[in-house]
C-alpha cells in the first residue's frame, strides 16, 4: 500500500478562522512532510517531520504551524492566513528523509 | 543550493506521438524522481533513478548523473499523459528540490 491520504480535499475559510489539514499513511514511514503550491509552480517544501519530530521548518510564517501526533499522522495547523496562502496543500511521506516519496491527492485551500 | 532546470517548458503532441523532456542539475545528486502531475493535482511517481536506465511501459527514464541530467521519454503518447511533468532532485543533506516542470498536452 503505497497510499497517502489528505483530508479534506477542499478548504474555503477566511482570515480569521482556524482550520487543520490532516495526513496519514501507514505505509510505516519515519518522514513526513509538508508542500505547498500555487498554481503554474512546482510544490515548495514547508516543513519536514523524522522520526516525528520537526527537523526543517523553511521560514514558514507562524501562523502556519504543524503536529506529528504520532509515525502516521501529520497536521496542519492554520489561523489568521492571508488571502496569498491560498494554494494546494500537498503532504509527502518517505522511509526515511531523502528516500523516495509519496503524495497524497492535496488540499485545495482558498483563503477569503 | 542545488538549481534544476527542465526543458521545454511546454510541450503539445497528438496522440500516438513521442517525446523526451529534460531535467538538468547544477550538482552531484543521491536522490531524483520523476512525478507526473495529472490535472487534478495528485503527483505521481514515476521513476526512482538516481543513475541508469529504468522502463516502465511506454515510460522509460535515463540518468547521466556524471553530466548531471536526466531524460524521461514518453512513447505512443495518450490523451491521459496530459499533465505537467516534474524531476524533483536532492543533494547529500538537502531537501529535494523540484524544478519548474514541463506541461504536455496530448491531444486526440
Known amino acids: 500500500d503505497t497510499e497517502v491520504t489528505q483530508t479534506p480535499k477542499h478548504l474555503v475559510m477566511g482570515m480569521t478562522n482556524k482550520k487543520s489539514l490532516k495526513c496519514e499513511q501507514h505505509m510505516g514511514h519515519r518522514a513526513m512532510y509538508w508542500y505547498k503550491q500555487k498554481a503554474k509552480k512546482p510544490p515548495e517544501l514547508m516543513f519536514v517531520y523524522s522520526y516525528e519530530k520537526l527537523s526543517i521548518n523553511e521560514s514558514v510564517p507562524s501562523r502556519f504551524s504543524p503536529e506529528c501526533p504520532n509515525s502516521s499522522l501529520l497536521n496542519l495547523h492554520l489561523h489568521a492566513l492571508q488571502p496569498e496562502d491560498s494554494a494546494l496543500y500537498l503532504c509527502?511521506?518517505?522511509?526515511?528523509?531523502?528516500?523516495?516519496?509519496?503524495f497524497g491527492p492535496g488540499t485545495r485551500l482558498l483563503v477569503l | 543550493g542545488i538549481q534544476v532546470e527542465q526543458s521545454p517548458p511546454d510541450l503539445i503532441l497528438q496522440e500516438g506521438a513521442n517525446s523526451t523532456l529534460r531535467c538538468n542539475f547544477s550538482d552531484s545528486v543521491n536522490n531524483l524522481q520523476w512525478f507526473h502531475q495529472n490535472p487534478w493535482g495528485q503527483l505521481i511517481n514515476l521513476f526512482y533513478?538516481?543513475?541508469g536506465t529504468k522502463q516502465n511501459g511506454r515510460l522509460s527514464a535515463t540518468t547521466v548523473a556524471t553530466e548531471r541530467y536526466s531524460l524521461l521519454y514518453i512513447s505512443s503518447s495518450q490523451t491521459t499523459d496530459s499533465g505537467v511533468y516534474f524531476c524533483a532532485v536532492r543533494n547529500y543533506g538537502q531537501n529535494f528540490v523540484f524544478g519548474p516542470g514541463t506541461r504536455l498536452s496530448v491531444l486526440p
Open positions: 533513478i538516481p543513475s
Open positions: 509527502a511521506s518517505s522511509q526515511v528523509t531523502g528516500e523516495t516519496q509519496y
